[in-house]
């Protein structure tokens, strides 16, 4: 398949891996031309790549560090030169913290790099890439962003405050760009994953796994990437129409009010 065929291009950050490469597995199932996105071109963005190609369709390397703005518009550039049209934005690329703990001994440099990578990346990608959208001409595709925040967003965990911070105000930039995009037909959800197994869990998935089970969150187990890759998979086809602006918890029901 050629890239001058009309496919909805979706840009996955983060995708070299995790949520983000279920991501974009889901949508190369649902037929998008994709960019994998890393920070650097390494083994595991060449290996992502060629999973998402086993789908058959366009598949382009993209590595940028996402926190580095003044590359967003060449990225985006290169990204349309070799798939299209973009289409779909998933603001997936995330980062935890750097030492868990005490957030009275939080550095100042976890807090920028969760700000950095986590809020203002998603920010301004998204700004470029909605200028360029609604530059005519445009395709009659479903256009939307789609930002992977976090429970976190709404849920402090008491050990990983910048972290914390960093997503409530990713939420919070999801609702001003859906305010903004809406008149652009741009649609905009922020998506809030739980618990779910992924290398940014690993060093303490089994506790979590002990707290599911526990009753924690409603269906007694964690999640997999996977299941948040068919959510947003679902939002960006369009399949919940005349919304935008949704916060969507993906998290089994962990922050149902419960007494
Ligand atoms: N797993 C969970 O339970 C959970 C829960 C709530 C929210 N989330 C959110 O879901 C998103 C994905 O998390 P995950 O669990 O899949 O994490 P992960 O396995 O650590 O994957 C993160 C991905 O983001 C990339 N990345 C990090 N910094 C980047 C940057 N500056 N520029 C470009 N790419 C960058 C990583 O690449 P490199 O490793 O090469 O840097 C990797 O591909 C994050 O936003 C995370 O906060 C996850």
Not at 69 to 89: F, M, N, R, V
Not at 140 to 151: G, P
Request: negative net charge; hydrophobic residues 50%; proline residues 5%.
């Amino acid at each position: 398949m050629s890239a001058s065929d009309a496919r909805p291009v979706a840009l996955v950050t983060g995708s070299s891996r995790g949520i983000g490469l279920a991501v974009a597995e889901a949508l190369a199932r649902e037929g998008f031309a994709i960019a994998i996105n890393g920070p650097v071109e390494d083994a595991e963005l060449t290996a992502a790549v060629a999973r998402i190609a086993a789908y058959d369709v366009p598949v382009a390397a993209a590595a940028f560090d996402v926190s580095a703005i003044g590359g967003h518009d060449s990225a985006l550039d290169a990204i349309e030169q070799k798939l299209g049209p973009l289409t779909t934005l998933v603001n997936n690329a995330g980062v935890g913290v750097l030492r868990r703990g005490d957030m009275l001994e939080v550095s100042e440099e976890s807090w920028d790099r969760c700000f950095s990578v986590n809020t203002k990346a998603m920010f301004f990608l998204s700004q470029a890439f909605a200028r360029r959208v609604i530059a005519p001409p445009r395709s009659s595709h479903f256009h939307s962003i789609v930002n992977v925040t976090s429970s976190n967003a709404v849920a402090v965990a008491e050990q990983r405050a910048e972290y914390c911070a960093s997503k409530a105000a990713a939420s919070m930039v999801s609702k001003t760009l859906a305010v903004r995009l809406g008149r652009e037909n741009i649609a905009v959800y922020d998506v809030q994953p739980g618990l779910i197994a992924t290398e940014m869990t690993a060093p303490v998935i089994e506790a979590y796994r002990e707290r599911a089970a526990l009753g924690l969150t409603l269906f007694p187990r964690v999640g997999e990437p996977a299941e948040v890759g068919t959510l947003i998979a679902s939002l960006a086809t369009g399949r919940l129409p005349y919304t935008t602006g949704l916060s969507i918890p993906a998290d089994a029901g962990m922050l149902v009010p419960r007494f």
